[in-house]
């Protein structure tokens, strides 16, 4: 059936190294894909999206470019800070009702130590 | 108001109890759609309204679950006869227009329902 997967955490990274999570999917046509971000404490919240192959979403310094080839979505940022500690949310509509019914990932909790 | 609103914030109660869990969504926005969040894992949709009427509740787990959005507004996530499995984060998330794949979903803080 239709799913995403990205990778388990939790990931713990010194601040400025390089962040990957690696997210990939499984449908049966071409879905919106997203990141979103869960801060400590508050709901959840959309980082980026991309609606066709090719796209690169972007925000706050992260990116993630859509690969139907690879079915991935792997969310990257150059230079971490101690504020990106959150949980990181992979998520497709995988739906093709034309609606947004999301499927989640498990989530990577991402921890940033000064 | 600003945002998608949820209560209760918490909610504990018994086994085999009725409860009730209310979410306001951003002002005109038509689409509703609720979620559940089990522990350490990620959201799980339950169900779909387009404007008063459920377009989609694929995912409620069994007929204990009922949802319902009278006046196209405020929705109501009703568990009968709770489990100990019903435990959980439940998250609202309201969009604009009819959920067009370009639509933005925008997350309440969500209600953690814990049944002893």
């Known amino acids: 059936g239709n799913s995403v997967t990205q990778m388990e955490g939790p990931v713990t990274l010194s601040e400025e190294a390089f962040l990957t999570i690696n997210c990939t999917y499984t449908a049966t046509g071409y879905p919106s894909l997203f990141w979103y971000v869960q801060y400590p404490g508050e709901g959840l919240q959309l980082l980026l999206k991309a609606t066709k192959a090719d796209d690169k979403g972007s925000n706050k310094g992260f990116e993630a470019t859509y690969r139907k080839e690879t079915t991935s979505f792997h969310l990257e940022k150059g230079s971490v800070q101690v504020s990106d500690s959150a949980v990181y949310f992979c998520a497709g509509n995988l739906n093709s009702g034309g609606y947004q019914k999301v499927t989640f990932g498990t989530g990577t909790k991402l921890q940033v130590i000064p | 108001g600003a945002g998608v609103s949820q209560t209760p914030s918490n909610k504990v109660t018994e086994k085999g109890k009725y409860v009730e869990l209310r979410c306001d969504p951003i002002?005109?926005?038509?689409?509703l759609y609720w979620y559940r969040q089990s522990l350490g894992q990620g959201p799980e949709f339950l169900i779909y309204?387009?404007?008063?009427?459920?377009?989609?509740d694929s995912g409620l787990p069994n007929d204990r679950f009922f949802a319902v959005r009278p006046e196209g507004s405020v929705s109501t996530l009703k568990i009968q006869r709770t489990e100990r499995g019903d435990s959980a984060v439940y998250l609202c998330?309201?969009?604009?227009?009819?959920?067009?794949?370009?639509?933005?979903?925008?997350f309440g803080p969500g209600t953690r329902l814990t049944v002893l």
């Open positions: 002002s005109g926005h038509t689409a």
């Open positions: 309204f387009q404007g008063t009427g459920a377009a989609d």
């Open positions: 998330a309201s969009s604009r227009t009819s959920g067009g794949i370009t639509d933005t979903q925008y």
